[in-house]
């Protein structure tokens, strides 16, 4: 049986899930605020830099942990924007999003806006954030 939590411990964990909680609202906001300065929604966003390579659209609801129906809607506005156009797969029965010009171009200034002001490589270090992305596998349980 586990040592039972005392009042500091309990405090401590409150303490360090608050931060961490604080910390990943603030990523949230920072990437809304970049994505808006481009006419996207942070859905549209994320559905734009997945898309490096033509993708099936149920694969990108895995990626965006929706359901696949909702995909579609997504597909439409992102087609009406120019950014993405649906081709069909080597199975002709799967419909893939792949990128325009104008979707790789976006792709391309979203990644580098997001990335110079992301909340983590904003504000860390090189060397701050390879620590962070260990002790954040450690936390989620995942090799590092």
């Known amino acids: ?31 809304a605020d970049v994505v808006a300065e481009l006419g996207l ?11 490096d390579q033509p993708s099936a659209m149920r694969a990108l ?6 359901d696949a129906s909702n995909v579609t809607g997504l597909a439409d506005r992102l087609e009406q924007l120019g950014v993405v156009e649906r081709v069909p797969g080597e199975d002709r029965r ?18 580098d806006r997001v ?5 983590v490589t904003a504000r860390l270090t090189s060397p701050e954030r390879q620590r962070l992305a260990v002790l954040l596998d450690k936390l989620l349980d995942q090799p590092g």
């Open 41 to 51: 929604t942070p859905v549209q966003a994320r559905a734009v830099l997945w898309l």
């Open 1 to 31: 049986m586990p040592p039972r939590a005392t009042k500091a411990t309990l405090t401590e964990a409150h303490d360090l899930s608050r931060r961490l909680l604080q910390v990943a609202e603030r990523a949230r906001a920072d990437f």
């Open 115 to 119: 990335a110079q002001r992301s909340t």
């Open 61 to 66: 609801a895995g990626h965006l942990a929706c």
């Open 94 to 111: 799967v419909t893939l999003l792949q990128l325009t010009r104008k979707g790789a171009a976006l792709r391309a200034e979203l990644a």
